[in-house]
């Protein structure tokens, strides 16, 4: 997982509580992105990001925010920790080639419970 | 939109078995496709990827081949070891726009000795 920080790795968080997730690449792409990571659902994608500065929702975005001041960081905050937020979080970054598609690559995950 | 189905796990082989994890997709446009590998407590691993049709991506003694025609990335690997043990995660991307990868729900293989 080459380039791409998450922390913390665990948390846990009573329900209510705010807290981010820190994420950091240091491969200067243009594209990020958070998932999350459900039993039985695969990985599905919470917020992404084309630029700094430009920010936009995906599949589950409700109960979370990103803000993407740099090219470096994207930080996922939660704003009023609930149950179902107990999951595992994933950053990634990615850059295109033309003729080669998408390269991404992945954060070592942050694993949330909220109780 | 896009979605990724795989064959539910788990699968379970022997050690040098031939393993196939089938994945198919739906997509509008041409996207790219991938396999990701998790192993226990650990982050996704890109696994090999293929972005146009007939490409055959390899990597580790694993291969899938993009097929247009049936819509299909099917994960194989003539002799599965044990270190093999992980969950397999298909995935594909359209490469533009938001360029977000859409997953499969994963499939399970416990590779015994």
């Known amino acids: 997982n080459a380039g791409v920080t998450q922390t913390p790795k665990f948390q846990v968080l009573k329900t209510g509580q705010s807290m981010t997730l820190q994420c950091a690449q240091d491969?200067?792409?243009?594209?990020m992105s958070w998932y999350r990571q459900d039993p039985g659902m695969g990985l599905r994608l919470i917020h992404y990001?084309?630029?700094?500065?430009?920010?936009d929702q995906g599949e589950v975005p409700n109960g979370y925010n990103v803000s993407r001041s740099t090219t470096e960081d994207f930080p996922l905050r939660l704003l009023s920790a609930a149950p179902s937020q107990t999951s595992v979080y994933f950053c990634?970054?990615?850059?295109?080639?033309?003729?080669?598609?998408?390269?991404?690559?992945f954060g070592e995950g942050s694993w949330l419970t909220v109780v | 939109g896009d979605s990724v189905t795989q064959m539910e796990g788990p699968v379970t082989l022997s050690e040098e078995a031939f393993l196939t994890i089938n994945c198919t997709y739906t997509?509008?446009?041409?996207?790219?496709l991938f396999w990701y590998v998790q192993y226990p407590g650990e982050g996704l691993q890109l696994l090999l990827k293929a972005t146009k049709a007939d490409d055959k991506g390899s990597n580790k003694g694993f291969e899938a081949t993009y097929r247009k025609e049936t819509t299909s990335f099917h994960l194989e690997k003539g002799s599965v070891q044990v270190s093999d043990s992980a969950v397999y995660f298909c995935?594909?991307?359209?490469?533009?726009?938001?360029?977000?990868?859409?997953f499969g729900s994963g499939t399970r293989l416990q590779v015994q000795p």
């Open positions: 990001s084309v630029g700094a500065g430009i920010t």
């Open positions: 997509a509008t446009g041409y996207p790219s």
């Open positions: 990634a970054s990615s850059y295109s080639v033309r003729g080669q598609g998408n390269t991404i690559y």
């Open positions: 995935a594909l991307s359209e490469g533009t726009g938001r360029r977000a990868l859409t």
């Open positions: 491969m200067n792409h243009e594209y």
